[in-house]
């Protein structure tokens, strides 16, 4: 039984998620300690019991000590069975952990599956739907299965309440390398908000036209969602390319002007654009568990996070591959899996 210990590394959730999709795909058993010590309520949160409960729900896997607030817990995998499945939250968790969770054990399954997914679906410290739908689902694609996301509802924290469909069309994960972004092709900024004064996300978008002063005034645009889906509101700045899209967020928070949060993000996307690495830093990170799974591969990356170096690690607890992660002179860093 793999033994880790939850407040190395990173120290968060993920370390509970990846090794529950790990642990499906090698049959290895896992005990984990220790979980989200680092963070201010360390412990399983709902969506982390969630998640943890839906691996269980698609493989018969058994886990002891699943409990909200719970510091450690056992998993023993099962054998994952295609199917329809659906997970409610039931808070604003985000749908998005979910989804990481069983995503690649059922795309490695012997048949096609579908999900219905419930709870938060524009999150803080979570990808949002349109990040996983725009830019971390093309690349899965790209090495094999077909994976389809629609958002029938949005939800955001802390209401939640939101609904994502996936349609999962299963195939062994061929290696491929994400070398070069290539040519722009296009970049937009969208403030996304409902419940909430219109001059709130109409000042986010002034904030991000004048930081990315070069990005021409067609490109940015409000939407209002209906008033039962919030209230929240979201800035995502998106920039195109032939290879990649990369999709930049920034959450709402009360006490935090909108202002601000238009300025991190316009920063984060300009960093991005300057850059010439492939992956931003969520997508290397989310990157990390399809290409060990396929067995090879390589991508370019701006500095990576503790996340992906957590990835990192935990993929070779259960696997054994050899990764490394090497900067390069033009400062960008080269993922290999080998």
Not at 141 to 152: C, F, L, Q, T, Y
Not at 164 to 190: F, K, N, W
Not at 237 to 247: D, K, R, S, W
Request: charged content about 20%; overall charge neutral; hydrophobic content about 40%.
């Amino acid at each position: 039984m793999i033994t880790i210990d939850g407040s190395e590394g990173e120290g968060g959730g993920q370390m509970v998620r990846n090794s529950c999709a790990l642990s499906l795909v090698t049959g290895e058993p896992f005990r984990i300690s220790n979980i989200r010590a680092k963070r201010s309520k360390p412990g399983l949160m709902r969506q982390h019991v969630t998640a943890v409960e839906a691996a269980c729900v698609i493989s018969g896997s058994e886990c002891s000590g699943l409990t909200v607030g719970a510091s450690e817990l056992e998993f023993r995998p099962g054998r994952v069975t295609p199917g329809e499945y659906r997970c409610a939250v039931g808070t604003a968790g985000s749908t998005g952990l979910v989804l990481q969770t069983v995503l690649m054990p059922l795309i490695l399954a012997e048949g096609p599956s579908r999900l219905i997914l419930e709870g938060g679906t524009h999150n803080m410290l979570a990808p949002p739907f349109d990040f996983i739908e725009r830019t971390f689902l093309p690349v899965i694609n790209r090495m094999g299965p077909s994976v389809s996301a629609r958002i029938v509802r949005h939800g955001f924290y802390p209401r939640g309440g939101g609904r994502i469909e996936i349609d999962i069309t299963p195939a062994l994960l061929a290696p491929i390398d994400c070398i070069e972004r290539g040519e722009q092709l296009g970049v937009s900024g969208q403030a996304v908000f409902t419940g909430l004064p219109f001059e709130i996300p109409e000042r986010m978008l002034a904030r991000a036209r004048r930081d990315l002063s070069d990005w021409p005034d067609s490109a940015f645009a409000v939407r209002e969602l209906p008033a039962d889906q919030g209230p929240g509101v979201i800035l995502m700045l998106e920039a195109q390319y032939a290879n990649v899209t990369e999709v930049v967020s920034g959450f709402g928070q009360l006490g935090v002007p909108a202002e601000r949060l238009a300025k991190t993000s316009a920063a984060r996307m300009k960093g991005y654009i300057e850059a010439s690495a492939f992956a931003g830093p969520y997508l290397a990170d989310q990157l990390v568990l399809p290409f060990v799974l396929a067995g090879g591969g390589s991508l370019t990356t701006v500095k990576p996070s503790q996340h992906t170096l957590t990835a990192i690690d935990i993929a070779k607890r259960f696997t054994g591959r050899r990764i490394e992660l090497t900067r390069q002179d033009s400062g960008e860093h080269l993922l290999t899996v080998g």
